[in-house]
């Protein structure tokens, strides 16, 4: 009996062991199942995670050149410091540290306070050669300091055609000019590799099966000249300490291909530092300020009124010995004329004599006038925030309209639309696109294919007013202007020049009413008349001292000596003697312009 | 049977080491391409640093320094020296689109 008792207990015992020894077998099982097919994949990508690593390859920008190969903007490789804050032990090293790269050490003891929990600080980016070597001759411990590679953007040439450039910022992104504009050309494209890393972060292969090369930048090559660009910008400076005014700009272009050779403005900036910009100094006045374009927009008028029959080169105009009566309104003239030819009206800029050509055009006329010329629109220079000046519609013209269009009044414009214009009438009246771009190269300066890039306009010509009419504009009033009127200042030895000024007064933004003290003084001006190379353009926005504000005096000299020193660099010969005849005008049918 | 036995151990030992040897080339090659990666990498960037220095030195603003500063002996003509167009090969340098290397 004790014997048969004593064997049940032992086999429940063993029974237990038995399910218990089991169960666990298939509950480790079963997790083994979950973890080697049900769960695999989840588990594998969170440990892909953890060992491999996508790093980036940076792509190298592309360069800019200017027209002859003189480097406007590079990349360099530069070392940038950082630290891992878990791993500071030594504070006598911080200290180290910004005293060599000067930097405000509470600020960074700051810095570090917050981001102590962290692996990963930078210190400072993209140190200069004394920096790198300052920090090298600290012997700063591995595990606490590092440095990586970035790209950092060089320009050799400094402040030269800042505005055109633009700059790239801290992330290598473009900002403003070029830079910009064609961002997503000279940044490249970024290639990838991955990493394999041990548990200590440790890299332990670098795979190469999923590689990705990056694409370096392309290199532009720009219209620019950095000698004419130079030559444009010295005479800006000396403009600035003469003058005192708020902003000036000059454009200059060729005359043939509506290149343009230079674009400056200033104030202006040093993009190497880009830290020092101010806001003021950030605007590319040349494009992105707009105007009221005074006498320098009368002879699109006067071609328009010859080009549509309404107006013959030899008519009279009386002017009224300076006062006429328009409707309601008095118009003025600087001095009292009399009886004034065509060529006298824009010789001596008669305000009457304008009004009197605008009231044969009417309101319709002038507005086609404007339009046709490329004003109130985007001349498409390929640079960011180019404005479209102002052309009100022309439901909204008036009585006044008639008076103020020809004298350059209630119409806005932007200095490189009035000088593209200008190239119209100096290039037998065809109106052509401004172009900024000459080629894209590859980064070995190698061109990718035989054909012309994508980025490179072709010239579109479209004639606006007919040879002659552009001819006679250029070759007598705007050659006697520079002859005997109000550019006197501008005529130059060896050259025929050509030009108009243009003085406009601005609204004094307190009674809202033109001011007589604030002004747009500004100067356009090309040679050899007969066969025009070159045109400039400067325009000095409120100027502050001197006697008068007038544009031949402040904007005619340094338009001068611009065009002047671009001829001689460009080797045009002289023009005064062997120039070619004067076109004839023949009678023309009142017609609607081209 | 011995000598079969031997001879089968001997073979995998041997395929064994000449993988082992061509493993070892493999990564001896890929060491010298990652290395001559790198030494062209740095090379491009010494070039980037040296084009950088003589465009600097060697750029308008600096030059006309120079001459304003009476530094260079060079006198300004009064008119034109020439008619023919400016031409600047050592800059132009590669830039001609007809310039590209047949392939």
Not at chain 1, 277 to 302: D, Q
Not at chain 1, 417 to 422: D, V
């Amino acid at each position: 009996m004790h014997s048969e008792n004593s064997k049940v207990q032992i086999s429940w015992r063993t029974w237990s062991l038995i399910i218990l020894v089991v169960l666990s077998w298939i509950v480790i099982s079963g997790r083994l199942i979950f973890l080697q097919y049900i769960g695999h994949r989840q588990f594998a990508s969170v440990v892909a995670r953890q060992q491999v690593c996508k790093e980036k390859i940076p792509a190298r920008p592309g360069d800019i050149l200017d027209r002859n190969g003189r480097l406007l903007a590079t990349t360099i490789v530069t070392n940038s410091l950082y630290m891992v804050p878990q791993e500071l032990k030594n504070q006598k090293n911080v200290s180290e540290v910004c005293t060599v790269l000067s930097i405000n050490q509470e600020y960074f003891q700051d810095r570090l306070k917050k981001n102590q929990d962290k692996l990963f600080l930078w210190v400072k980016r993209r140190l200069t050669d004394d920096e790198l070597a300052g920090v090298r001759s600290l012997n700063l411990p591995d595990k606490a300091w590092g440095f990586r590679q970035e790209y950092r953007r060089k320009y050799p040439q400094g402040a030269l055609a800042a505005h055109a450039l633009g700059l790239r910022d801290i992330d290598g992104k473009g900002q403003g000019g070029i830079e910009e504009a064609f961002d997503h050309l000279i940044s490249g494209q970024n290639g990838h590799r991955f990493l394999v890393r041990d548990a200590h972060g440790r890299v332990i292969e670098v795979r190469n099966d999923a590689r990705e090369a990056a694409r370096n930048g392309e290199t532009l090559v720009v219209t620019l000249d950095s000698i004419i660009q130079l030559y444009t910008e010295r005479e800006l400076e000396s403009i600035l300490e003469k003058w005192r005014p708020k902003s000036a700009c000059a454009i200059v272009m060729d005359a043939k291909t509506c290149e343009v050779l230079a674009l400056a403005s200033v104030p202006t900036f040093n993009l190497n530092h880009p830290e020092k910009i101010s806001e003021t100094a950030w605007k590319n006045t040349a494009i992105a300020s707009i105007y009221e374009p005074g006498s320098t927009l009368k002879p699109f008028l006067v071609a328009a009124a010859l080009e549509r029959g309404l107006l013959k080169t030899e008519e009279q105009f009386d002017c009224e010995r300076g006062e006429y009566q328009m409707g309601k309104r008095l118009l003025h003239d600087h001095h009292s004329y009399g009886m004034l030819s065509v060529t006298d009206i824009l010789v001596k800029s008669s305000n009457i004599g304008m009004a009197k050509i605008g009231e044969r055009l009417t309101n319709a006329g002038l507005y086609e006038a404007v339009t046709a010329f490329g004003f109130g629109q985007k001349t498409g220079i390929q640079l960011p925030g180019e404005l479209t000046g102002i052309v009100r519609p022309l439901e909204k013209w008036n009585i006044y309209s008639t008076g103020s269009i020809p004298m350059g009044q209630e119409i806005a414009v932007t200095p490189i639309q009035l000088i593209t214009a200008h190239v119209a009438l100096a290039n037998q009246g065809k109106l052509l696109n401004p172009r900024l771009i000459r080629d894209q190269i590859d980064h070995n300066y190698y061109p990718r294919s035989h054909e012309e890039p994508e980025q490179v306009r072709p010239l579109v010509s479209t004639p606006v007013i007919s040879e002659e009419v552009a001819d006679w504009l250029v070759r007598v009033p705007m050659v006697e202007t520079v002859g005997r009127g109000t550019g006197r200042k501008a005529q130059l030895e060896g050259y025929t020049v050509f030009g108009k000024t243009g003085t406009a007064q601005k609204p004094d933004p307190q009674t809202g009413r033109y001011s007589s003290q604030l002004h747009v003084s500004s100067f356009i001006c090309g040679a050899p008349a007969h066969d025009p190379r070159v045109l400039v353009l400067v325009v000095v926005n409120e100027p502050s001292v001197g006697p008068n504000h007038y544009g031949g005096t402040i904007a005619g000299p340094p338009a001068a000596e611009i065009l002047n020193k671009t001829l001689m660099y460009l080797r045009v010969p002289f023009d005064k003697s062997g120039q070619k005849p004067l076109r004839q005008m023949t009678d023309r049918p009142r017609n609607a312009l081209r | 049977m011995l000598f079969r036995f031997g001879s089968a151990i001997l073979l995998a030992v041997a395929i064994s080491l000449v993988g082992i040897g061509l493993e070892k080339e493999s990564l001896k090659l890929k060491r010298q391409v990652s290395r001559q990666h790198y030494q062209l990498e740095v090379l491009i960037n010494a070039h980037a640093k040296m084009k950088l220095a003589t465009q600097q030195a060697g750029s308008p603003g600096q030059v006309l320094n120079s001459i304003e500063r009476g530094e260079l002996d060079v006198k300004s003509n009064r008119r034109p020296a020439s008619t023919n167009r400016r031409e600047m090969p050592l800059l132009q340098w590669h830039l001609n689109r007809s310039s590209k290397p047949d392939k």
